[in-house]
Each structure stands twice: as C-alpha cells, then as structure tokens.
C-alpha cells in the first residue's frame, strides 16, 4: 500500500462544479503540498498546509491531521483548472517529500 | 522574478553519450532536487542537495550523477545514458524560511 494515496485518480465534470480531490497518508508528517500540473508540464504548487484549512480564489485546502487526510476543493470550475493534481507529504524533514500519484481532473465547458 | 530555470526543454539523444541537464534558481534556495516523472508513476526523487557540497540520493539514483558546486546551480549528469533513462525531468528547490516548492519547466529527455 502507498503511503500517500490520492483520489480518485481521473475526474471528469461540468463547469461550474465543486470538485473534490482527495490525499489520505498513512506516516506522520510535517507537511503536505497541494501542486498543479498542466498539459505540457510544468509543475506549480498551489498550497502548503500543516493544520486547518488555506484559501486561494475558487481553491480551498483542508487537512485533518488526526485522520491523515486532506482535500483539495475548487468552486465555480472553469475549463482552465483541467490539469492533474498532486498531494506530496513531508516525512520527517520537510525536504523529503513522499508523492502522490495525481488526480487528472478533466472539466468540460 | 523568483524562477528555476532548467534547460534544454527537449533533448534526444543517442545510447551512452554523456549529458547535462542544467538547473539554476535564484532564490538563494538551500535545497534543490531531482525528479524524473514516467507515466503510471509519478514523480520519483533521483537526487537531492541540502547545501553546497552536500548532495545524497533519492529513491532512484542509478546512471545518474549530480553536483552542487555553487548555491544558485544543481545540474544533473548522465555519463551513460540508456533508453530507461527516456523521462521527463524536473528541477524544484525551497528554502528554509518558506518551504514553498519551486520546479523549474521541465526536460523532456529520449535516449535513442
């Protein structure tokens, strides 16, 4: 079994739907990422969380160290936030980070 | 404007001919390090630097090399390359004071 586990790994929806994407972890960590790839590459990170809960725009990061889970939700999705997700955690030192394996989220217009 | 920049974007190569995948971030970063990303498998570590002169291997090290000669640069080495090596690179760094994760563009490499 992955120590982290993300899901569901493909998701498609309509625009203007709440999306969810889930991130469960089975160490304890220091940390964990939220990050954004686009078709094409680049890899962007969209939150670092240890506790509760960050907001940027249409996104919202939650975490519940208790129950080693976080999710990533984004409001109001728009065909531009298409792209694959991917949680990361830090183990120990937060240089070393154990990786999810993504969620493609796929959103028609 | 606080960047990685990784260079070349796209390299092919022929079997056993040394290469160099350069990395540079000018953010006064501390840490910086390697991933290669496969389909089906996400990113996995090849190396990782916490400072100058101090670098270790990650969870896939093999047929790779790296240095950490000044702050700013961390270029990966491929004395050898074999077609496994085919992937999809990526170069991040943080720093202590943030941990924010930084990735510079990418390096699509194929090994022919």
């Known amino acids: 079994k992955n120590e982290v586990e993300q899901s569901p790994q493909n998701l498609t929806a309509q625009e203007g739907e709440f999306i969810t994407i889930n991130c469960s972890y089975s160490v304890g960590i220091s940390a964990l990422h939220w990050l954004q790839q686009h078709p094409g590459g680049g890899i962007v990170s969209l939150f670092m969380l240890s506790s509760g809960k960050k907001k940027h725009g249409r996104l919202i990061a939650t975490i519940n160290i208790q129950e080693k889970h976080s999710s990533l939700h984004i409001t109001a999705s728009h065909p531009r936030d298409s792209a694959v997700y991917i949680c990361a955690v830090g183990k120990g030192s937060n240089y070393q980070l154990i990786w999810g394996a993504g969620t493609k989220l796929i959103i028609k217009p | 404007e606080a960047q990685v920049t990784q260079n070349p974007r796209y390299l092919i190569t022929v079997t056993g001919k040394k290469l160099t995948v350069t990395c540079s971030q000018n953010?006064?970063?501390?840490?910086m390090s390697w991933y290669r990303q496969d389909p089906g498998l996400g990113l996995r570590q090849i190396y990782y630097?916490?400072?100058?002169?101090?670098?270790d291997k990650g969870d896939v090290p093999e047929g790779y090399k790296v240095s950490r000669k000044e702050k700013r640069n961390f270029p990966l080495i491929l004395e050898s390359p074999s077609p496994n090596q085919t992937s999809l690179y990526f170069c991040a760094s943080t720093g202590t004071q943030s941990l924010k994760l930084f990735f510079g563009s990418g390096t699509q490499l194929s090994v022919l």
């Open positions: 630097s916490m400072n100058v002169e101090v670098t």
């Open positions: 953010m006064n970063h501390e840490y």
